[in-house]
Each structure stands twice: as structure tokens, then as C-alpha cells.
């Protein structure tokens, strides 16, 4: 498999061209099950499994895990930075240095998996609740230099979860049969 397809398994996301509300309770579905989703796919994985890269110099399936945990709260918080305030600049991380803190060895995958789901539900809480004008407020990504939708930013976080579902199911794949 070419490298692109170990680092994109889904392909690069791509964001919406135009507002198509249609969308959004898709995308909502998408964060409500994933937590669930993810949990039934690692439920029987061995620590091996759980410390084996979906490709050479990739992370771990418990790295993804808890880069799951730390990219989802911070997009929680930027969405309630951009529903309160008016275009704010965000913060950006470094995720590869977050990802090797001592937490994501640690911490319990199970237990980061709980985490996600608690989180999970309380942004669906927040997501379900806004209107369509909501989804068109923004805020500024430093990385990016442009404003960015809750709108765009929902469509990349329903991508992020496939993304790295598909990275775990990668290490499935290189088990010997």
C-alpha cells in the first residue's frame, strides 16, 4: 500500500463547497456513534495490537486513541469560543508532542475511550442545539490564516473520526493470519 493511502486510508479531507444543511445531522451521527464505534473495534485487541503503528513511523493504535481524546477537545472548546465570541483566533497544539506525553501510555485506552464518549455526548448536546446560523459563525485557524465554519469544522471532525478508524483498522490488516 502506497504511503499516501497508510496516511489518508479515507482520502484528504476535502471541505464543503457550499452550506448544505442536509449534512449536518449526517455529520452528527458520525460523532455520536463514534465513540461506540470505535470502542467495538479495539474491544478485543491485545496490547500488542494496542502499541503496534497502522504504518512505519505512524502512531500506535493507543496514540490514536488519545490523540482522539485531545484533537476532540480542543474542537469542542473552539466551538464554544466561536459560539461566544466573535471570530476568535484559536489556539493551535503541537499534536505529535501531545500524543507522546506521558498520559497517552498510561492512561487506560478503555478508559480514554469512556472519555471520548462522555465528550462525544456533550458536543452532540451542544452541536444538536445550534441553528443553521450557527454553523456559519467562525473562527480563525493560526495554521491556516482563514476563518473556518462550525460548518466546515463539523464535515472535518466527522471526516477526522473515519480517518482514524480507518488508521486503526490498518493494524488489523498487517496481523498474520
Given at each position: 500500500m502506497s504511503d499516501a493511502k497508510l496516511r489518508f486510508p479515507v482520502g484528504r479531507f476535502e471541505p464543503p463547497k457550499e452550506f448544505n444543511p442536509e449534512m449536518i445531522p449526517i455529520w452528527i451521527g458520525t460523532i455520536r456513534n463514534f465513540p461506540e464505534t470505535l470502542e467495538q473495534t479495539i474491544q478485543s485487541y491485545s496490547p500488542k495490537m494496542l502499541d503496534t503503528p497502522y504504518r512505519k513511523d505512524g502512531w500506535t493504535v493507543r496514540q490514536v486513541v488519545h490523540h482522539l481524546g485531545d484533537s476532540h477537545l480542543n474542537s469542542l472548546v473552539r466551538f464554544k469560543l466561536a459560539l461566544t465570541e466573535e471570530e476568535p483566533v484559536?489556539?493551535?497544539y503541537l499534536e505529535d508532542k501531545w500524543v507522546r506525553l506521558?498520559?497517552?501510555?498510561?492512561f487506560p485506552v478503555h478508559s480514554a475511550i469512556s472519555f471520548l464518549g462522555v465528550l462525544h455526548a456533550r458536543w452532540v448536546c451542544l452541536l444538536e442545539?445550534?441553528?443553521e446560523n450557527d454553523f456559519k459563525r467562525s473562527f480563525m485557524h493560526?495554521?491556516?490564516?482563514r476563518l473556518v465554519s462550525l460548518?466546515?469544522?463539523l464535515a472535518l471532525y466527522a471526516w477526522h473520526c473515519n480517518h482514524h478508524l480507518a488508521h486503526?483498522?490498518?493494524v488489523e490488516q498487517q496481523l498474520p493470519e
Open positions: 484559536i489556539k493551535a506521558p498520559d497517552g501510555n498510561c442545539g445550534m441553528s493560526p495554521e491556516h490564516g460548518y466546515e469544522a486503526i483498522l490498518l
